[in-house]
């Protein structure tokens, strides 16, 4: 079993900037893949990005030039640059980690971009 533990969602004004955090514990494999996905009210769960353990990325195209996934290995993390945000944007914003045939998601944390 691994744990996801999420962290760095909030309020944020339009053209403002948040980073999220996501700290994976237990049964960490090497080569997983972690990354975030979102789910806005009343819409399905849709993919942000992703990571590999080796440095490949996978974007949805809307968060492009404006969100940065990054982790780190040795402490089983990976986060989230988000800037430029915008209204829509706004949404529970999972940590998602797959090992092997095993997928495991985080609670969520809410991100809301308002004035």
């Known amino acids: 079993q691994v744990q996801l533990v999420e962290s760095g969602g909030g309020l944020v004004q339009p053209g403002g900037s948040l980073r999220l955090s996501c700290a994976a514990s237990?049964?960490?494999?090497?080569?997983?893949?972690m990354g975030w996905y979102r789910q806005a009210p009343g819409q399905q769960r849709e993919l942000v990005a992703t990571m590999t353990s080796g440095g490949s990325t996978n974007y949805a195209e809307y968060p492009k030039g404006r969100f940065t996934i990054s982790r780190d290995n040795t402490r089983n993390t990976v986060s989230l640059r988000m800037t430029s945000l915008k209204p829509e944007d706004t949404a529970t914003y999972y940590c998602y980690c797959r090992q092997a045939t095993q997928v495991y998601w985080g609670q969520g944390t809410q991100v809301t971009v308002s004035s």
């Open positions: 237990g049964s960490v494999f090497v080569g997983n893949i």
